[in-house]
């Protein structure tokens, strides 16, 4: 069983930057792939970032590559993301995930356990 926190959501204006955290208890997440999701009122769930166990490799949706970097401490038991150039758009409630899978998971169906969300929320 793992619980995951996040933390780092805010109030940002749009440019600028947030890091998100991922805090894992209960086991070592470096058995499991991580991924981050975004999801607004009224839309489905939006994969935004994973990242392997090993952290070897990455993924991103377009809308965030380039702005957006996904990283991981397994020693600390940690996975982050860190949120760059912030628009409008990207406000969100963001999702930490765990996958059992060993390749980059992009399906939230995938995945095995959930944290309970932080809010990002960006000013024009």
């Known amino acids: 069983q793992v619980h995951l926190e996040e933390s780092g959501g805010g109030l940002v204006q749009a440019g600028g930057s947030l890091t998100l955290s991922c805090a894992a208890s209960g086991s070592l997440i470096d058995r499991y792939g991580m991924g981050w999701f975004r999801q607004v009122p009224g839309k489905e769930r939006e994969f935004v970032a994973a990242?392997?166990?090993?952290?070897?490799?990455?993924s991103y949706i377009d809308s965030v590559r380039g702005r957006f970097i996904i990283s991981r401490d397994n020693a600390k038991n940690m996975a982050y993301l860190q949120l760059n150039f912030l628009k409008p758009e990207d406000a969100a409630v963001y999702y930490c995930?765990?996958?059992?899978?060993?390749?980059?998971?992009?399906?939230?169906?995938?995945?095995?356990?959930w944290g309970q969300g932080t809010q990002v929320t960006v000013s024009s």
């Open positions: 995930a765990a996958t059992r899978s060993r390749v980059i998971a992009e399906d939230g169906r995938e995945y095995d356990y």
């Open positions: 990242i392997t166990w090993s952290g070897g490799g990455t």
